[in-house]
Nanobody, 117 residues
Framework: QVQLVESGGGLVQPGGSLRLSCAAS????????MNWHRQGVGKEREGREL???????????SYLQSVRGRFTISRDNAKNTVYLQMNNLKPEDTAVYYC???????WGQGTQVTVSS
């Protein structure tokens, strides 16, 4: 079955960096676009933001103006893993970060990122 497992979250000071990973299994990873989303504190599931996407060919799209220039999505098809490199983190980036496959049918369980001094 399809599984997506995020990791790499944690507590970081403002200005710090984290790299999130999403390990995929149960499908041909290289055939699918992958997405990163986040759900901020106090927001409902419907309030999740689409941070960005990466196509099967590795083309990235960043949807959130607030993270452009700071967040980078990449993928390693040999490792069936998609990454979210987050630099210069700000307190407003605090959220649970999720990866999803393609059209959003499958989601991981999320990883908490907390940016605080």
């Amino acid at each position: 079955q399809v599984q997506l497992v995020e990791s790499g979250g944690g507590l970081v000071q403002p200005g710090g960096s984290l790299r999130l990973s999403c390990a995929a299994s149960g499908f041909t990873f290289s055939n699918y676009a992958m997405n990163w989303h986040r759900q901020g504190v106090g927001k409902e599931r419907e309030g999740r933001e689409l941070v960005g996407s990466i196509t099967s060919a590795g083309v990235t799209v960043s949807y959130l103006q607030s993270v452009r220039g700071r967040f980078t999505i990449s993928r390693d098809n040999a490792k069936n893993t998609v990454y979210l490199q987050m630099n210069n983190l700000k307190p407003e980036d605090t959220a649970v970060y999720y990866c999803s496959r393609g059209g959003g049918t499958y989601w991981g369980q999320g990883t908490q990122v907390t940016v605080s001094s």
